[in-house]
């Protein structure tokens, strides 16, 4: 049977174990050829070429309209796979990928000549991480070769958490996408830096701070905590870092600081945009959920729970595209274990923060 076909990007489809290995075949081919296929990861999809063709990975810069000095992350299937592509790797990695491999962590180690430039965007450091899906593991596999992989969407938009949210952006622009459901974290991998010197975070994700402490039993140096709204200005640890992500097509208003505060906040402020005659959406806490009557409503989690706030973030920020909202109002969170990169995303997408404490400001 043929898969179906959207303007010219394959939509591979496994619903059983037959399926699944002509998909992933057919996907392997394309990648040895240097062409693109998004991937489902445990975070989000990934769009992906071989990290060892400058071609292929010149490709995905210009896919996703992805500015030229923003480096990839390169998937393998296992540590021995990431020791080929890296000079050294330090105890501490070693430790971290025993503990968090597969899974939601990247690490920045020094990269061999044999990664080409284009792939890290000139940097002598390479992003590594091994994805804790199987269909992404299976994949690399059969390609045989490391995956460079940003997520699947256009830059600066949401990241995608479904092959639909890829169709949205990138339909016609690759040549396939292997649909493995929604992903089950929902927001990026963590990134640290294991360059010599402390180990540190330069993207909150599916691996927290404090998950990384534990393991290490030392502090790791948070170089997160960023300018106004959330993007450095000057040079950042990071290049991803000075850019401005996520956004809906919206303005949204992030609302931080003291909660019960916050919550005033939260009402004076869509009912301002109501009286003005605006479509407001209102995104909040399943603790905040009656305060106050909006056209659209969304309940994005449990406060106590930012996982689950984690896994439906992105899903509803497209959602309001799709609904066409005029303005977007969200709750802030604690920004704690999972809560970091929550609220990371939430001040990269916001157009403006608003601070009931006065500790925060607007971008
Ligand atoms: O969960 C994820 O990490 C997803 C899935 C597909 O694996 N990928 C992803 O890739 O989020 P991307 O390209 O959207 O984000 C990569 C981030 C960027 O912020 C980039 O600046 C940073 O990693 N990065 C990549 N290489 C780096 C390096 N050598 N040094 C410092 N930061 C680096
Ligand atoms: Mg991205």
Redesign the pocket.
């Known amino acids: 049977m043929a898969w179906p076909n959207i303007k010219g990007t394959v939509v591979l489809k496994a619903s059983n174990g037959a399926d699944e290995e002509r998909a992933l075949l057919f996907a392997a081919e394309i990648l040895k050829k240097g062409g693109l296929v998004a991937f489902p ?8 070429g071989d990290a060892l063709n400058p071609g292929a990975v010149q490709n995905i810069y210009q896919v996703k309209q ?1 500015p030229p000095d ?4 390169i ?1 393998v299937t296992g540590m021995d796979q990431a020791a080929r592509l890296v000079k050294e790797i330090p105890p501490e990695a070693f430790l971290l990928a025993e503990n968090f491999w597969p899974g ?1 962590l ?1 690490m ?1 180690l020094p ?1 061999k000549d044999l990664v080409p430039d284009i792939t ?2 000139g ?1 002598s ?3 590594i ?1 091994v ?1 804790a899906h199987l269909l ?1 593991r299976k994949l690399i596999h059969a390609a045989g070769v490391p995956l460079a ?5 256009l830059s600066g938009r949401p ?1 995608p958490t479904t092959a639909g949210h890829v169709l949205e952006d990138l339909a016609g622009r690759i040549e396939a996408v292997l649909d493995g459901g929604s992903c089950s ?1 929902g ?3 963590t ?1 640290l ?1 294991m360059l010599p010197g402390i180990p540190a975070l ?2 909150p ?2 691996i927290t701070l404090e998950m990384l402490e534990d393991v290490l039993k030392r502090k790791v140096l948070d170089l997160t905590i960023e300018g106004k709204g959330g993007v450095f200005k000057g040079a950042p ?5 000075k ?1 401005r992500h996520y956004a809906p097509r919206a303005p949204l208003y992030l609302v931080v600081g003291d909660y019960p505060a916050q919550r005033k906040q939260l009402v004076a402020l869509t009912e301002s945009f109501l009286m003005q005659g605006r479509k407001v959406a209102l995104l909040l806490s399943r603790e905040s959920a009656g305060i106050c009557p909006a056209p659209v409503l969304r309940v994005l989690g449990s406060r106590e729970k930012p996982a689950q706030i984690a896994k439906r973030l992105f899903a509803v920020l497209r959602e309001m595209d799709l609904l066409e909202v005029d303005v977007i109002v969200v709750e802030g969170f604690d920004e704690q274990g999972m809560g970091r990169a929550v609220m990371n995303r939430l001040r990269k997408a916001a157009a403006e923060i608003i601070s009931t404490d006065g500790k925060d400001s607007t971008w």
């Open positions: 990861t445990e975070t989000v999809y990934g769009l992906g992805r923003n480096p990839l992350i998937h939601p990247t920045v990269k890290t965007a940097l450091s390479a992003a991480r994805p992404a992989a940003p997520s699947a969407n990241s974290v927001v990026e991998s990134v830096s330069l993207r994700g599916g640890p990071s290049p991803g870092m850019y």
